[in-house]
């Protein structure tokens, strides 16, 4: 059972555009949220984080949105850029009493210049 | 900087070998993860530790165990490798926080199972 379910394998966006990656997750009790960067032959790399007492944070080109009611969070990178082209994962944590992560299956943008 | 050391890049074995992984990490971390990466499956959790010579399962443990003796160090190992254990294996570390925290990640090994 996917607890953490990124519905798009892949997404492209022209450059200086907006990219927007999806993730839903089913488990209310998730509540500390972040998205990663992986580039092939690489490690993910953190990209981002939200705790479920937001609904947004910003950290220059990228937002991440948090809609608990719908259990859903997007990540929004503008104005995109060639080397944003990567594998997004989203991952969500349940903070009491643990340290894991569930990630969900990731999502491939490319940006096209 | 935080830096997280894989023994490998790439790794070929046949079935029925005994593989050891290992992972370094060079931030005093509490927390150790291995994680495996599989098309259309994301990062999959196969075993984490959050203290020496403690570790906890997983998703998906079976095939697999670890070994934690030193805090820097975590390894995994396949008893006997088999097909459908290739794949892309991650470790990941991070401290242990009130709350989980972010996750840091090795450049990860791709190991192929004949």
């Known amino acids: 059972d996917q607890q953490v379910k990124q519905n798009s394998p892949s997404l492209s966006v022209q450059e200086g555009r907006i990219s927007i990656l999806n993730c839903d997750y089913t488990?209310?009790?998730?509540?500390?949220f972040l998205w990663y960067k992986k580039y092939p032959a690489e490690g993910p790399t953190f990209l981002i984080s939200?705790?479920?007492?937001?609904d947004k944070n910003e950290d220059g080109r990228f937002t991440v949105f948090l809609n608990k009611s719908a259990k859903h969070l997007s990540l929004h990178i503008v104005p995109s850029q060639p080397g944003d082209s990567a594998v997004y994962f989203c991952?969500?944590?349940?903070?009491?009493?643990?340290?894991?992560?569930?990630f969900g299956t990731g999502t491939r943008l490319k940006v096209l210049a | 900087d935080v830096k997280v050391t894989q023994s490998s890049r790439y790794l070929v074995k046949r079935t029925g070998e005994k593989v050891f992984l290992e992972c370094v990490q060079d931030m005093d971390h509490e927390n150790m993860f291995w994680y495996r990466q599989d098309p259309g499956l994301g990062l999959r959790l196969i075993y984490f530790s959050y203290d020496v010579k403690m570790k906890e399962k997983g998703d998906i443990p079976e095939g697999y165990s670890v070994s934690r003796e030193k805090k820097e160090r975590f390894s995994l190992i396949l008893e006997s490798a088999s097909t459908n254990q290739t794949s892309m294996y991650l470790c990941?570390?991070?401290?242990?926080?009130?709350?989980?925290?972010?996750?840091?990640f090795g450049p990860g090994t791709r190991l192929t199972v004949l």
């Open positions: 991952a969500a944590s349940a903070t009491s009493g643990t340290y894991k992560y569930i």
């Open positions: 939200i705790s479920s007492i937001k």
């Open positions: 990941a570390s991070s401290t242990r926080a009130p709350r989980a925290d972010t996750q840091y």
């Open positions: 488990n209310s009790m998730f509540d500390y």
